[in-house]
């Protein structure tokens, strides 16, 4: 059985290159002075379809065999997971269906459609989209590309984390700290074995939605933990009851989690969109939310933070930009 590695990372970065894009680490001299610090951004938002998953679906579905490919492929998202499955099927030349939530923000519904997927429906609070992706896949014998238990999923998020070390260090900089978004985990259990390797002094920071810190009451209690019932989020890219099986030991070497309220996202995604011209999704900001609202301290340390994702609802996004975001009104937590 393959297990991720760090040896799988580099490895990842072989299978990933000419493929995925090597997106850029962002300065802004704004937000280092409201800050009081250095900042580097991690510009996930310009990948192929909006997000640093496609990273973990091209390594996975690259390795597939011919057969495999035209069997095709299924798996089961929210959004970024399927786009960024969608997009590497299509690239590879393979059948995809993606079994995403009834309420899915209807800008990532076109973005698997608009890939060539096949969407399938589910209530997310009726229905297991665990059950549906496995009963899909034996049935027509598809390959079930998971969204972060998967080791070559990790592998390939990981490489994030490579690029971060090697960017911020041809500036001659070191990191004082990273600061992520942990939902299932395979973003900050890639970046975690980077870090591990490369940079183990460097603290890793998760942050998560409150009442969805399911990662944050693992680690609390030793062991993977479910969060109790939550009200909606505008994060709907980090809404996960509870860490992944392969990620979560992995993880475990988080320096902390914080948590954030979807109004100091909201502030965060109007802000990057004002001051540093980035359209960031909820899920992706909240990163940057935990810095702006002092979760995480970055005054006089070198902080790098990762952008996850860009596929942010329009209606949404010009509610938050226009200061007309009331968390009541999207039945957020405020």
């Known amino acids: 059985m393959h297990i991720a590695s760090f040896a799988g990372v580099q490895d990842a970065a072989r299978q990933i290159a000419g493929h995925a894009v090597r997106t850029p680490l962002i300065e802004s001299p704004a937000l280092n002075e409201t800050l009081g610090g250095r900042v580097l951004l991690k510009a996930e938002t310009l990948q192929r379809a909006g997000a640093f998953k496609f990273r973990g679906a091209w390594n996975r579905i690259s390795r597939l065999t011919a057969d495999e490919l035209k069997r095709g492929v299924v798996a089961y998202s929210s959004g970024n997971h399927a786009q ?78 490579l690029e971060i070390l090697e960017d911020a260090g041809a500036r001659g900089l070191s990191l004082d700290q990273l600061v992520c978004g942990a939902s299932g985990g395979g973003l900050i259990a890639g970046i975690n074995l980077s870090m591990a390797a490369l940079s183990p002094a460097t603290p890793v920071i998760g942050v998560e939605p409150e009442h969805y810190n399911d990662t944050q009451l693992s680690l609390a209690a030793g062991e993977r933990m479910t969060h109790p019932p939550a009200p909606g989020t505008i994060c709907d890219a980090l809404m996960t009851d509870r860490p992944g099986e392969l990620t979560f030991p992995i993880n475990r070497r988080l320096e902390r989690v914080e948590t954030v309220s979807d109004r100091e996202v909201a502030e965060a995604v109007r802000y990057a969109f004002r001051a540093l011209k980035l359209v960031v999704e909820p899920g992706g900001a909240v990163s940057l939310a935990a810095l702006l609202a002092g979760k995480v301290e970055a005054r006089d340390r070198t902080t790098a933070v990762v952008l996850s994702g860009g596929n942010i609802d329009p209606s949404l996004f010009a509610a938050i930009i226009e200061d007309r975001f009331d968390p009541q009104t999207w039945g957020t937590s405020a």
């Open 84 to 161: 960024a499955v969608a997009c590497a099927a299509r690239m590879m030349g393979a059948p995809a269906v993606i079994v995403m939530p009834a309420d899915s923000p209807k800008v990532k519904v076109e973005g698997v459609r608009r890939f060539g997927g096949e969407v399938r429906l589910y209530d997310r609070y009726a229905e297991s989209r665990e059950a549906i992706g496995e009963e899909i896949a034996r049935t027509h014998g598809c390959v079930l590309v998971r969204p972060f238990d998967d080791p070559f999923v990790i592998e390939g998020q990981g490489t994030i984390g």
